[in-house]
């Protein structure tokens, strides 16, 4: 069967995601290499490629939240209750046992009210502490700077604590990619921008308000 399909993910949005991702991903892997969990790049480079991820990283969330602002996509990230309960039964028992989604998605309500709560949590809480502990451990760590290393513990245990929080993030996020009508249509959907409009004709009225 044919089914209509709609545009979720602007260009932008696709390009954030991913570039997000891959610096994502280094910042993990060097700081993860500066904590000495592993050695992969060397400890100098490391720090390095963290340094460059982390400027990068910082100016990709100062154009996007501009763009947020401007196209109002932000409102995908306020929290919400509605369906909330069952959002809660359907990944604890409805999914494995064939129940339709409670909600649908549609440009405006890209998110369920789940991964609303996740998503701003991290959005607004994690990456903002991995940032300001980020640029006082870069401020109090590194030699040429002028702080004295009186705050570095406490930037550095919450720089790292936030870092855990961002691989558990990564990891129940790879698996809700997987949790769409298929296994791979929400990863499609975030490369084409269009996902398929499934199941979601009886109930699209409801996802029309913003
Ligand atoms: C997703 C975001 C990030 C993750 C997962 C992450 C992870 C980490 C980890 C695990 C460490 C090692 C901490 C330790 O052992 O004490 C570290 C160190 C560091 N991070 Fe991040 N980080 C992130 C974002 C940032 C940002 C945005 C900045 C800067 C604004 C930054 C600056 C630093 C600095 C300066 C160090 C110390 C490097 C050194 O020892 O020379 N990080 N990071």
Partial sequence: MKYPKQLLYTKFERFWHWSQMLLVLLLTLTGFEIHSSFSFFGFERAVRLHSAAAWSF?????????????????????????????????????????????????????????????????????????????????????????????????????????????????????YMTTTGYSVSSNIKAMISGFEKEIGQEETKSETQSE
């Fill in 58 to 174: 910082m100016g990709l969330a100062v154009v996007s939240i501009f763009w947020m602002l401007v196209t109002h996509q932000y409102k995908n990230f306020i929290p919400t209750k509605y369906k909330l309960k069952e959002q809660v039964k359907y990944y604890t028992s409805g999914i494995f046992s064939g129940m339709p989604h409670p909600t649908h998605k549609s440009m405006y309500n890209k998110l369920n009210p789940l991964q609303r709560i996740v998503y701003a949590g991290l959005l607004i809480l994690i990456f903002p502490v991995q940032i300001v502990t980020g640029i006082a451990y870069m401020y109090y760590h590194y030699p040429q700077n002028p702080l004295d290393a009186g705050g570095l513990t406490l930037a550095a245990g919450t720089h790292t604590f936030g870092a855990f929080l961002v691989v558990a993030f990564v990891i129940v996020h790879m």
